[in-house]
Every structure is written in C-alpha cells, then in structure tokens.
C-alpha cells in the first residue's frame, strides 16, 4: 500500500557558542556522533541521516543561553518566579520526561526564538557507556521528529494519495502542527559544553546533571548560541506491506498485529528487534497452517513505514479505511521495540489487561526457565502495572484515538510468544475475551482523582459517576452472560484518562476566571455523553 507524503529532510545546520556576538564564535560544534574504534558499520557513517529534528522550520537566529531543564511548562514556571525572561533566548533543555515537540513548543511559547536539545548524562548516561556499557555514548545524538501530530501534515485527517488535496506548510504551521522555531538534538559533550558558558543563578537540586559534572546555572547567557538550521520539505513514496490469514468463520472481523520498519538510523532496537518478533509470529502461524490450523477470524499482519516522522503510514492507512475499521476490527496489538533491557512491559486499552495477564502466565520467561513471564512481572518493580495508551509514541495510537480500536503495546525479550498467543485468542475464541468491568473500574478510579483535584470549584461530577455505573452494570451483565485515552496538550508521549477535562482544568486553573470553569463542566458533560454510549452498545439498546 503506497502513499505519498510530506516528509522533512536536513539541508544545512550549524551552532556555535560565543560568549559576545561581536567577538565571533568561539566554538563551532561539529554536530555529529562519534565512530567508536572496531565499529563494523562505520564505513557506513556517511550514509547514516545527520543529527537534525523533523520538520523543524529554515532559519537561523542567535540569542542568550537559558537552560530549561526538560523545557516543561512547570520549569519555565521556576524560570518566571526568578524574575528571568526567556523573550529572545535560544534555551538549552534536555531530553525526558517530555515529548521533544513539546520541548520546543513550550520554548516558543516562552518567547525564545530556538531550542537545543541535549541528552543528559544523568538521564541517559553512566560511568561506563558504550561499546563497554549499555548507556549512549557522550557524543551520541538523539534524533528525532518535533511534529505535533499524527500521519501526513499536508493531508490532516485524509490519506495521501498522489494527486490528492494539500496543504501548504505555511498552513500547517498556523494549524499548530509544525513548530514555529528551530531546534537542533546535541549530544552530552555538546551540552555540557554549552552549559559551562551559562551564567545566573545555581539551578535548584532537581535540574543539575550528575555528580561530579558542572553545576547547571540558568543564565542568560553570558554565552550567546546561534543556530542556523536549513532544511527541505519534500513529497516522498512509503508503502505499507500487509499479510492476512484470512478468518473461516468470521472472516470480516479483523485481528491485527503491527510494528514498523523505518529507522533514523541502523535501528537495532527500534524498530528491528519488533520486526524479528513479527517475523517470527508469522512463522508460527505458518506453522500451525501446515497443520490445518484457520484462525476463526481473519488476521492480518501490518508493517508500517514512517512512523518516525509522525506515526505516518498507520495513520495514513486508519485515516483511509477509518469506517471499516470502526466496525470490524476486534483488536491492534503493537510492538515497536520488541528488546530494549529486561522485565516485561505492556501498556493496554482496559478491556484487554485481563487477557494480557493470562497469556504473560503461559510464556515461560526466556531469561528464567523456572518461571513465567507473568511470575517475574510481578516480582519486579513494575508491580504488574500495566499503562494506558493514551500518548502518540507508537503506531497504536491511530487505532485507540481515531477509531476506538481496543489496543495493546508491549516490548520484551519473549514478545514473539506473548504477542502471538494475545493474538489467537482474540482471533479464535468465540466469545471475545474483554473484560469491561476493568473499564469501568479504571473510569471509576479516575473520576475520584478529578473529584478530589476539584474540590471546592464550581463543578458537578454527578453525570458522570451516573453513566460510569451505567457502563459497570452493562459490562456485570455483558461478564454473565472513545474520547477516554489520548495524549495531554503539553506532552505528546504522556497519557491522560480525560485528556479534554484536564486540559480544561489546567487552563481554568490558569485564568482564574469564573467562565473558565463552564469549559470544564461542557467537557464533563461530553464525557458522560460517550460512556453512556458505551453502556447501551454493551446493553445491545437503542435509547
């Protein structure tokens, strides 16, 4: 399956740091990462994508250094409540915590006119890193897209077929969805490096980097960073590739499995490692059909490409077929980086932890041969938590936040095992194994953590704690027998229950202002709206 798309590719970048603009610049970062002695690929290096952000906009712009932290909104909080104004500055923040978008969203919404971006030896690094240790290497570079939303940014909401309609970048820059500012991802050494000519006060406790390094001040300046960064926008052809088995008893209810393929760079573990484990799923199921094995329902096998950009061939292919898929699929289970460390983790839509918990109890773990997947999930720190899907960091999210698709995301040394065992059982059980009470429950405990964060404001929660009883019934009654998941505003990769009333929340709490909490109340209302929804689709009624 072949669109064309909008994608972003680097033309020129340059940074340099000088403690006066007048003087010249007095360093001139080389922007690249390292080759390690004995790197079997590094004749490859030329060919590898230089350091750049996505779509970050042409141009170049100079001004004092202000360290940010991870460029949240509460950080610039602590920058104002100091008295420091961003307005003109080029802000130095580091990874984490915060989708990179965000970072440099919130830079511009401060006033500063760039953002550079460095992984922190705190963060990401160790005394030993690689090729002896596991953590990046000082001049490794983290790259990345700081495009807001999901699929093609110049077809929003339609698929990008050649000689379909467009927009211009200019209007998806007004539309929110491409940056205003430039940015560019450095490395530790770069970082620091830039840190060492920020002057000011000493950062609080929580914004200094490890033990022994340079202190972390906030500035301005005195060091002044002027960053040019040229890049072109340009129409180019991905395909998606599919593989069904198609079902004998329901063959129009669907069952899918997906990863990606494209990488930044060798992509050894996002997104390889995922695309081994899918490989070696639809081995098995070929395996089984030599056997005479059909899967009651049909599945089908996705591999997407360009999700680095912005998610872009899933949601190219959701946003195509979205009416079908609304009414036919049964499930999306995603692995993205099948190995990236030990444990297991899985994040889920709730209607499927049940499930998921079952298939971890019948995978032996491959680091433990005496024990389960399942036995060393709750041993270890995760607790057998399982999170929500609600951020935009994998090709799930057009299923859950397009078209309510029960979903799931896992990545783990074993994933091969569980995620093929997930998938037969939503394929061939006859009655699907969702457990709505879970639903109901998760919605319940949520509402309580609103309830207490809006107490004393001029809010009712009456309507919905009534229909979330509802959905519980129905889901009693359904065991005997969408706009919940999404990303919050200022963090793409986090995950809110009720990303509309939160957002309202934080905004009322910000203006102070007695209309300001109608939005929130319209947003409570509109929720209630859909669970009840959900409650008489489970009844099987009509109003």
């Not at 669109?3 to 972003?8: D, F, I, K, Q, R």
Request: with cysteine; net charge negative; proline share 6%.
């Amino acid at each position: 399956m072949f669109y064309e798309v909008s994608l972003s590719y680097p033309v020129h970048r340059s940074l340099t740091l000088s403690l006066d603009l007048s003087t010249g610049p007095a360093v001139q970062f080389s922007l690249t990462q390292e080759i390690y002695p004995g790197d079997p690929y590094a004749t490859e290096a030329a060919e590898v994508v230089p350091t750049f952000h996505a779509y970050a906009p042409t141009a170049s712009v100079a001004g004092p250094a202000v360290y940010v932290n991870y460029g949240r909104v509460e950080d610039y909080d602590v920058l104002h409540e100091l008295g420091m104004n961003i307005s003109g500055a080029v802000v130095l923040a580091r990874y984490g915590k915060i989708f990179r978008g965000d970072i440099v969203g919130n830079a511009y919404e401060a006033g500063a006119v760039g953002a550079v971006v460095y992984t922190d030896r705190k963060d990401y690094g160790g005394e030993v890193w690689f090729p002896e240790g596991r953590p990046m290497p000082p001049t490794g570079v983290q790259i990345g897209t700081v495009y807001w939303a999901a699929g093609d940014p110049s077809t929003p909401g339609w698929a990008s077929r050649s000689g379909c309609e467009r927009i211009e970048v200019e209007e998806m820059v007004a539309r929110g969805d491409l940056p205003r500012i430039p940015s560019l991802p450095v490395s530790a050494v770069d970082g620091e490096a830039i840190m060492r000519a920020i002057g000011g006060p000493v950062a609080g406790d929580d914004w200094q980097g490890g033990d022994g390094g340079v202190v972390y001040r906030v500035g301005p300046g005195p060091g002044v960073l002027n960053l040019t960064y040229i890049g072109n926008q340009t129409l180019a052809t991905i395909q998606n590739v599919f593989a069904v088995i198609k079902g004998v008893e329901e063959p129009d209810r669907y069952v899918l499995l997906g990863n990606h393929r494209d990488a930044w760079t060798f992509g050894a573990v996002d997104p390889n490692s995922g695309t081994a484990a899918l490989l070696e799923v639809a081995r098995r199921f070929g395996k089984l059909q030599k056997i005479g094995w059909r899967p009651r329902r049909t599945i089908i096998l996705c591999n997407w490409d360009a999700e680095e950009y912005g998610l872009i061939g899933s949601t190219e292919w959701v946003e195509e077929n979205r009416e079908m898929l609304k009414s036919k699929v049964v499930a999306y289970l995603n692995v993205d980086c099948a190995v990236s460390g030990p444990g297991f983790h899985a994040s889920a839509t709730p209607q499927l932890d049940d499930l998921l918990k079952q298939a971890a109890q019948q995978v032996q773990d491959p680091d433990n041969s005496s024990q389960t997947i399942y036995d060393s999930w709750i041993a270890s720190k995760e607790s057998s938590l399982i999170g929500r899907l609600g951020g935009g960091g994998s090709d799930y999210a057009a299923f859950v936040q397009h078209v309510g698709v029960p979903s799931v995301d896992m990545f783990f040394g074993g994933a091969a095992s569980i995620w093929g065992l997930v998938a037969l059982k939503l394929a061939d059980e006859e009655i699907l194994p969702f457990n709505y009470i879970s639903y109901a429950s998760e919605l319940l405990m949520s509402t309580k953590e609103l309830e207490h964060e809006l107490l004393g404001e001029p809010i009712s929660l009456t309507s919905l704690f009534k229909s979330i009883e509802e959905l519980e019934k129905a889901a009693i009654k359904i065991n005997n027998e969408k706009k919940i998941y999404a990303p919050s505003k200022h963090n793409d990769y986090g995950s809110k229950s009720f990303p509309g009333i939160d957002d309202a929340v934080e905004k009322a709490k910000k203006l102070k202002k007695t209309e300001s909490w109608h939005f929130v109340q319209h947003e409570i209302w509109r929720v209630s709206r859909a669970v009840t929804q959900a409650s008489l689709v489970l009844n099987g009624e009509f109003t």
